[in-house]
Protein backbone atom coordinates (compact mmCIF):
# COMPACT_ATOMS: atom_id res chain seq x y z
CA UNK A 1 0.00 0.00 0.00
CA UNK A 2 1.67 3.28 -1.24
CA UNK A 3 0.21 5.12 1.92
CA UNK A 4 1.62 3.18 4.50
CA UNK A 5 5.07 2.78 2.56
CA UNK A 6 5.40 6.46 2.08
CA UNK A 7 4.81 7.37 5.80
CA UNK A 8 7.53 5.37 6.47
CA UNK A 9 10.28 5.15 3.44
CA UNK A 10 12.44 7.65 3.74
CA UNK A 11 16.63 8.19 3.32
CA UNK A 12 18.53 7.05 6.25
CA UNK A 13 20.20 10.36 6.17
CA UNK A 14 18.29 13.31 4.57
CA UNK A 15 15.17 12.39 5.55
CA UNK A 16 13.81 12.48 2.01
CA UNK A 17 10.38 10.75 0.92
CA UNK A 18 10.71 7.63 -1.46
CA UNK A 19 10.59 9.46 -4.68
CA UNK A 20 8.08 8.56 -7.72
CA UNK A 21 10.50 6.91 -9.59
CA UNK A 22 11.46 4.59 -6.88
CA UNK A 23 8.03 3.64 -5.88
CA UNK A 24 7.46 2.61 -9.33
CA UNK A 25 10.47 0.59 -9.50
CA UNK A 26 9.47 -0.92 -6.27
CA UNK A 27 6.43 -1.94 -8.21
CA UNK A 28 7.96 -3.76 -10.81
CA UNK A 29 9.86 -5.87 -8.52
CA UNK A 30 6.96 -6.62 -6.81
CA UNK A 31 5.53 -8.60 -9.62
CA UNK A 32 8.72 -10.25 -10.95
CA UNK A 33 8.59 -13.90 -11.61
CA UNK A 34 6.22 -14.18 -9.01
CA UNK A 35 3.64 -16.62 -11.26
CA UNK A 36 7.22 -18.89 -11.32
CA UNK A 37 7.50 -18.41 -7.54
CA UNK A 38 4.02 -19.81 -7.17
CA UNK A 39 3.85 -22.57 -9.34
CA UNK A 40 7.24 -23.41 -7.42
CA UNK A 41 5.75 -23.02 -4.22
CA UNK A 42 2.86 -25.30 -4.76
CA UNK A 43 4.95 -27.96 -6.85
CA UNK A 44 6.84 -28.05 -2.93
CA UNK A 45 3.86 -27.99 -1.37
CA UNK A 46 2.14 -31.07 -3.46
CA UNK A 47 5.63 -33.05 -3.15
CA UNK A 48 5.51 -32.75 0.54
CA UNK A 49 1.73 -34.25 0.40
CA UNK A 50 2.84 -36.54 -1.68
CA UNK A 51 5.58 -38.42 -0.22
CA UNK A 52 3.93 -38.34 3.37
CA UNK A 53 0.59 -38.59 2.32
CA UNK A 54 0.51 -41.33 -0.39
CA UNK A 55 4.36 -43.05 -1.02
CA UNK A 56 5.44 -45.99 0.43
CA UNK A 57 8.07 -47.72 -0.24
CA UNK A 58 7.39 -50.95 -0.26
CA UNK A 59 4.11 -50.81 -2.51
CA UNK A 60 5.52 -48.30 -5.13
CA UNK A 61 6.90 -49.01 -7.86
CA UNK A 62 8.06 -44.98 -8.16
CA UNK A 63 11.36 -43.96 -6.25
CA UNK A 64 10.48 -40.44 -4.73
CA UNK A 65 13.19 -39.39 -7.69
CA UNK A 66 10.34 -40.14 -10.11
CA UNK A 67 7.48 -38.24 -7.83
CA UNK A 68 9.82 -35.95 -8.38
CA UNK A 69 9.94 -35.70 -11.79
CA UNK A 70 6.44 -36.26 -12.15
CA UNK A 71 5.27 -33.60 -10.39
CA UNK A 72 7.91 -31.24 -11.66
CA UNK A 73 6.08 -31.43 -14.87
CA UNK A 74 2.82 -30.51 -13.74
CA UNK A 75 3.96 -27.76 -11.70
CA UNK A 76 7.19 -26.62 -13.08
CA UNK A 77 7.71 -27.55 -16.78
CA UNK A 78 9.57 -24.48 -17.54
CA UNK A 79 12.55 -25.80 -15.80
CA UNK A 80 12.11 -29.26 -15.14
CA UNK A 81 14.90 -30.71 -12.55
CA UNK A 82 18.03 -32.17 -14.26
CA UNK A 83 18.38 -36.21 -13.84
CA UNK A 84 20.51 -36.04 -11.33
CA UNK A 85 18.82 -33.14 -9.14
CA UNK A 86 19.20 -34.38 -5.30
CA UNK A 87 16.50 -32.11 -4.05
CA UNK A 88 14.66 -34.25 -1.44
CA UNK A 89 18.43 -34.68 0.09
CA UNK A 90 18.41 -31.45 1.11
CA UNK A 91 15.03 -30.90 1.67
CA UNK A 92 15.11 -29.62 5.21
CA UNK A 93 11.82 -28.46 5.57
CA UNK A 94 9.97 -32.16 4.49
CA UNK A 95 12.21 -34.30 6.99
CA UNK A 96 13.61 -32.29 9.31
CA UNK A 97 11.68 -30.81 12.60
CA UNK A 98 8.43 -32.11 12.42
CA UNK A 99 7.10 -30.55 9.31
CA UNK A 100 5.02 -33.54 7.76
CA UNK A 101 3.40 -31.81 4.85
CA UNK A 102 4.14 -28.56 6.11
CA UNK A 103 5.27 -27.07 2.93
CA UNK A 104 1.37 -26.79 2.49
CA UNK A 105 0.56 -24.90 5.11
CA UNK A 106 2.71 -21.95 4.20
CA UNK A 107 0.89 -21.21 1.18
CA UNK A 108 -2.50 -21.71 2.98
CA UNK A 109 -1.18 -18.89 5.45
CA UNK A 110 0.19 -17.03 2.98
CA UNK A 111 -3.25 -17.35 1.40
CA UNK A 112 -5.33 -16.32 4.49
CA UNK A 113 -2.80 -13.61 5.85
CA UNK A 114 -3.41 -11.53 2.47
CA UNK A 115 -7.56 -12.49 2.67
CA UNK A 116 -7.43 -10.98 6.51
CA UNK A 117 -5.23 -7.99 4.94
CA UNK A 118 -7.83 -7.40 2.05
CA UNK A 119 -10.46 -7.00 4.57
CA UNK A 120 -8.39 -4.14 6.05
CA UNK A 121 -7.76 -2.56 2.73
CA UNK A 122 -11.85 -2.87 2.39
CA UNK A 123 -12.69 -1.08 5.22
CA UNK A 124 -9.56 1.62 3.74
CA UNK A 125 -6.18 1.50 5.91
CA UNK A 126 -7.04 5.57 6.02
CA UNK A 127 -10.39 4.95 8.24
CA UNK A 128 -8.85 4.77 11.65
CA UNK A 129 -11.96 4.38 13.73
CA UNK A 130 -12.68 0.96 10.77
CA UNK A 131 -9.76 -0.36 11.35
CA UNK A 132 -9.75 -0.36 14.71
CA UNK A 133 -13.41 -1.77 14.66
CA UNK A 134 -12.44 -4.51 12.07
CA UNK A 135 -8.48 -4.83 14.21
CA UNK A 136 -10.79 -5.66 17.74
CA UNK A 137 -13.05 -8.22 15.52
CA UNK A 138 -9.37 -9.79 14.68
CA UNK A 139 -8.69 -10.09 17.68
CA UNK A 140 -12.06 -11.04 19.51
CA UNK A 141 -12.11 -13.74 16.98
CA UNK A 142 -8.63 -15.03 15.53
CA UNK A 143 -6.70 -14.72 18.15
CA UNK A 144 -8.30 -15.01 21.51
CA UNK A 145 -9.22 -18.62 19.41
CA UNK A 146 -5.78 -19.64 20.86
CA UNK A 147 -6.21 -22.91 18.71
CA UNK A 148 -9.20 -24.16 20.25
CA UNK A 149 -11.31 -24.41 17.03
CA UNK A 150 -10.88 -25.69 14.10
CA UNK A 151 -9.11 -22.64 11.99
CA UNK A 152 -11.72 -22.30 9.16
CA UNK A 153 -14.44 -21.66 11.61
CA UNK A 154 -12.96 -19.07 13.21
CA UNK A 155 -11.43 -17.28 9.87
CA UNK A 156 -15.31 -17.67 8.31
CA UNK A 157 -16.56 -16.16 11.81
CA UNK A 158 -14.21 -12.96 10.74
CA UNK A 159 -14.61 -12.49 7.14
CA UNK A 160 -17.81 -14.10 6.99
CA UNK A 161 -16.82 -16.53 4.35
CA UNK A 162 -13.89 -19.08 3.86
CA UNK A 163 -10.61 -18.00 2.54
CA UNK A 164 -10.80 -17.10 -0.77
CA UNK A 165 -7.12 -16.98 -3.09
CA UNK A 166 -8.48 -14.05 -4.33
CA UNK A 167 -6.36 -11.41 -2.25
CA UNK A 168 -3.13 -13.34 -2.31
CA UNK A 169 -3.30 -13.08 -6.31
CA UNK A 170 -4.01 -9.61 -5.99
CA UNK A 171 -1.08 -9.13 -3.36
CA UNK A 172 1.24 -10.64 -5.34
CA UNK A 173 0.17 -8.74 -8.97
CA UNK A 174 -0.92 -11.85 -10.74
CA UNK A 175 -4.58 -10.80 -10.66
Not at 32 to 40: A, L
Not at 143 to 161: C, D, I, N, T
Request: net charge negative; proline share 4%; aromatic share 12%.
Amino acid sequence: DRTTVLRYARHYETGELLSERHWEFLQALRTFHTGMKMCNDLYLARLDMELYSNYNVADCEETVFDVQARLASKYIPYIMPLEEDRLLCVFNEMFHGGYTAGMYGYKWAQLMSADVFAAFEEVGLDNESEVRRLGRSYRDTVLSSGGAEPPMEVFKRFRGRPPSPGALLRQIGLE
